[in-house]
């Protein structure tokens, strides 16, 4: 199985895995109506606002994948670092932690960075697909601690 040693490697690890959850609920989201645009849109009206960033086709196709995958992986250490703190409901907590990590898309749309904020139902879909993040991240930390705690106990044979 998987041995982690690292609470970085880990926090990335699943902050990609939380990304990937992430995508996928506003995926559905999109697809089911709830809300206009999708996260790829909300990163080029980020990147819209700044004039330092060169903008041709080529940017506009990976661009928003990397800001994404940078927020998603250090969202991923950060929640890592606060739940290794305690092992009590971690799954609960990260699912807090990660609709916490909601208000920054809350913040872009206050500052008029990001206009898809504005029906309270999309707000509300953002702080969900945001939980969704940190109870994916939650998980798949459970998951790797079990697993190596579980190799760590573990005899070998002779």
């Known amino acids: 199985m998987i041995k982690v040693r690292s609470k970085l490697i880990l926090g990335i690890i699943s902050g990609l895995f939380g990304e990937l959850a992430i995508m996928s609920?506003?995926?559905?989201?999109?697809?089911?109506?709830?809300?206009?645009?999708?996260?790829?849109?909300?990163?080029?009206?980020?990147?819209?606002?700044?004039?330092?960033?060169?903008?041709?086709?080529?940017?506009?196709?990976?661009?928003?994948?990397?800001?994404?995958?940078?927020?998603?992986?250090?969202?991923?250490?950060?929640?890592?670092?606060?739940?290794?703190?305690?092992?009590?409901?971690?799954?609960?907590?990260?699912?807090?932690?990660?609709?916490?990590?909601?208000?920054i898309p809350y913040l872009f749309s206050r500052f008029k960075v990001v206009k898809d904020m504005k029906t309270s139902l999309s707000k509300m879909m953002c702080f969900l697909s945001h939980g969704f993040f940190g109870l994916t991240v939650a998980m798949v930390i459970k998951f790797l601690e079990e697993t190596n705690c579980g190799n760590n106990h573990q005899s070998p044979e002779k």
Not at 35 to 40: A, E, F, P, Q
Not at 46 to 55: A, P
Not at 57 to 86: A, E, M, Q, R, Y
């Open 25 to 103: 609920s506003n995926y559905l989201f999109v697809k089911f109506g709830l809300v206009k645009h999708s996260l790829h849109s909300m990163s080029l009206q980020v990147l819209n606002c700044k004039k330092r960033v060169l903008r041709n086709t080529k940017n506009d196709i990976w661009l928003p994948h990397v800001i994404s995958t940078f927020f998603c992986t250090t969202g991923g250490i950060l929640i890592t670092c606060l739940l290794s703190f305690s092992k009590r409901s971690c799954i609960l907590k990260g699912f807090f932690i990660g609709t916490l990590g909601g208000i």
